[in-house]
């Protein structure tokens, strides 16, 4: 509140919080009446407190990202979580791919229908991840920021949500075997410097480096000495086995050890800089460089 109208600031809301109410209703973490009731009363608090105590600030809530919400039926679901919620006037809109690694890409024109025709063979259905053989056309964030904001407007109408798009790990769209892995991605490159310039300004405000390339995602099982990544340091109490997945940084000998979430992970640092696409004039087909 200190700051409102002395610089222009922009609030993320909650990633994750809300996507998985809309997916995971089944696993007993997300689905249990304590944690829907906390994320229902929480973040209409959190949008109206933060919007009233700074009139100014921009506000964005997290939604996911193509590969994550871009079925039709998760989309629905979400869009119907949030017009629930009566959030919409301290909103500006929406963020997506937050901590991801979903490419940017090209939004399709009108005519354009990636799964049924015409136009499958255009620039806007590259589709790295396989998500348009699933019914997904989400396949890069521009066209599941257009799925987006039409979902919420047929939820709200008259309301026009806005996007940003986390591009701080997004340079190179085709270096997972799974693009359901998640966690310090090998092979993976910075994208697109933060930017108001965006392929559709009318849909898209900004792309942020949202996650700050080269903090970890989580560990691996072995923590690495602060000193050195390649010696072993103990067993990580927080390890997640999507951290040990084929395609993160730490699962081939020689990778050394992944830090706990949130620290610098320099190893990992270095390969994003080896395959920045900072222009985004690779529009994510990059091909990986690997340490």
């Known amino acids: 509140a200190d700051y409102n109208g002395k610089v222009p600031i922009v609030l993320i809301i909650e990633p994750d919080s809300l996507p998985n109410l809309a997916t995971n209703e089944a696993d007993s973490h997300c689905g249990n009446t304590a944690t829907e009731t906390a994320y229902k009363t929480g973040i209409p608090y959190a949008a109206k407190t933060l919007k009233t105590s700074c ?64 136009g499958t063979d255009d620039t806007s259905c590259y589709d790295p991840c396989n998500l348009l053989s699933q019914w997904n056309r989400g396949n890069n964030e521009m066209n599941y920021a257009t799925m987006l904001q039409t979902a919420i407007m047929s939820a709200i109408p008259g309301y026009t949500p806005k996007m940003v798009i986390d591009s701080g790990r997004n340079g190179v769209a085709d270096m997972r075997s799974d693009c359901s892995n ?30 700050t390339p080269g903090e ?52 990992q640092i270095k390969q994003l800089a080896d395959n ?16």
């Open 55 to 118: 009139p100014e600030c921009s506000l964005y809530m997290d939604a996911a990202h193509g590969g994550w919400l871009g079925w039709e039926d998760n989309l629905e679901t979400f869009a119907s979580l949030v017009a629930d919620m009566n959030i919409e006037s301290y909103l500006r809109g929406f963020s997506t791919n937050v901590a991801n690694y979903q490419s940017i890409g090209v939004q399709n024109d009108a005519g354009v229908d990636c799964i049924e025709g015409p």
């Open 182 to 211: 998640w966690c310090n991605i090998r092979g993976a490159g910075v994208g697109q410097i933060p930017t108001m310039v965006t392929g559709n300004t009318s849909l898209v405000d900004a792309y942020y480096w949202l996650k």
């Open 216 to 267: 970890s995602d989580g560990c691996t099982e072995t923590l690495p000495s602060p000193s050195d990544w390649t010696a072993a340091n103990g067993t990580c109490a927080r390890y997640d086995s999507m951290c040990g997945s084929s395609d993160s940084i730490g699962s081939e000998s020689l990778e050394g050890y992944a830090p706990e979430a949130g620290q610098w992970f320099d190893y």
């Open 276 to 291: 920045a696409d900072l222009d985004g004039t690779a529009n994510g087909k990059k091909k990986p460089v690997q340490a």
